[in-house]
Nanobody, 125 residues
Framework: QLRLVESGGGSVQPGGSLSLTCVAS????????VGWYRQVPGKERERISCTSANGDFSYLPASLVGRFSVRRVGDKGTVDLRIRDLEPEDSGTYYC??????????????????WGKGTLVTVSS
């Protein structure tokens, strides 16, 4: 069974930092586009990042650049989302998702096929 598992969430004070990890179970992420998403209760899930399998393409909303960063950790086979200077508005459940790049072609994160169950981030004082 192909699964994604997120970890690294928790309760953090404003101004703190977190590193969320997405790891695959039953497959490896080497040939997969990976996206990070955030969902807040009562709101639609929003895309935080989208990264191609080879790392050549990486998307972050302009509003998050500087505080959010994504990194593929090749030796661990993970895709990490790092957040610094956390704000209460960053709270939510963070999900990672993946889609296989057929023939190595990156097509963005519009149609993800594998989703994790999420990790909760709470930013409060």
């Amino acid at each position: 069974q192909l699964r994604l598992v997120e970890s690294g969430g928790g309760s953090v004070q404003p101004g703190g930092s977190l590193s969320l990890t997405c790891v695959a179970s039953g497959f490896t992420l080497e040939t997969y586009t990976v996206g990070w998403y955030r969902q807040v209760p009562g709101k639609e899930r929003e895309r935080i990042s989208c990264t191609s399998a080879n790392g050549d393409f990486s998307y972050l909303p302009a509003s998050l650049v500087g505080r959010f960063s994504v990194r593929r950790v090749g030796d661990k086979g993970t895709v990490d989302l790092r957040i610094r200077d956390l704000e209460p508005e960053d709270s939510g459940t963070y999900y990672c998702a993946a889609v296989h790049e057929v023939a190595g072609v990156y097509k963005g994160c519009g149609d993800m096929s594998i989703w994790g169950k999420g990790t909760l981030v709470t930013v409060s004082s």
